[in-house]
């Protein structure tokens, strides 16, 4: 790559940072080299105790080569993506030099106009072309989808939320990512908001108080994971859709990256349609959901449940989150 190219590559970050990632940590890192760009990761943007196994941060790394790969094809630029996953090097791969640009349906701002959506969607299940093209991408890399009643699935989203907020280390890890308070220096930068969670003011004061290092330990005694893990069974209680994208027998970490250009795909996919979405990573993080999951999708191995991913028309325009790369 030459450093013309470079540079103009380096001009449209702001559009590679609309990846997402798990509470919006953006963890990349892109490192510019003499003939090329490393996809990195920064240790300090993961979820340890979250994402347990990793497979957050391989799928959202490879969002964020999907995406970088849309917006460098709308600008122009002959860019391909070398994977080459190292985990002791905290690298996905490599932004290289290409015959021509990427082939791809999407534009920058299709880029853009993505959006994942927490609060209320309309009834309704996915046309079924649309859902056997999401099929198609899924087996482009060997991987199966697999579709759920939104209600089938209330029981488990309580069992891995009351996981997430009954374990101190998770906790602290959200703690770090809520934006709940707009003069936060954080609040436009990355994390999960009160609008993103499409939270009252009054709903954001009261889980800043229930999360704070003060009252958690208390409240933890006390049951507040109970009430916690009602809140967001809402999300799940009407008559709607679940994804769910299951990878290959045997799939190893550096193939889930290739799966996260594969979500990146669904995800655009929908977007062009009118669709949202809204991720549900507890339930394949925690290992007893994970597995309970896979009894009822009849899959033999938890570790291949990939993504569980809520679908449908938001009742109300959800809010763009908050990039470090912004052109504002």
Known sequence: MNPDALDALRALEPDFWRAPSAHNTQPWVLRYRERDVEIGWDPSRTLPAGDPTGRDLRLALGAFAETCLIVCADAGLDVAFRQDYDETAHRAGHLVAADGPYTTPF?????????????????????????????????????????????????????????????????????????????????????????????????????????????????????????????????????????????????????????????MRQWLTLSTFGYATHPFSQIVDAEVTKQRLARLLDVDDPSRLVGVVRVGRPLAPPPSSARVRSYI
């Open 107 to 263: 534009t920058t701002q299709d880029v853009r106009d993505r959006r994942t959506a927490r609060g209320a969607y309309q009834p309704g299940r996915l046309d079924g072309h649309l859902a056997a093209r999401l099929g198609d991408l899924a087996a482009e890399e060997k991987a199966e989808l697999r579709r759920m009643r939104a209600r089938e699935l209330i029981g488990l989203l309580h069992e891995a939320d009351h996981h997430l907020f009954s374990t101190p280390p998770i906790v602290r890890e959200l703690r770090d990512w809520l934006r709940l308070d707009p003069e936060d220096p954080r609040y436009r930068q990355d994390g999960l908001t009160d609008r993103a969670l499409g939270l009252s003011r009054r709903q954001a004061r009261g889980l800043r108080f229930a999360l704070s290092p003060r009252a958690y330990p208390l409240l933890r005694r006390a049951g507040i994971a109970r009430l916690l893990s009602k809140a967001s069974l809402s999300a799940l209680d009407y008559d709607g859709e679940v994804i769910v994208l299951v990878a290959r027998p045997g799939c190893s970490e550096s193939e889930q990256v290739a799966l996260g250009r594969v979500l």
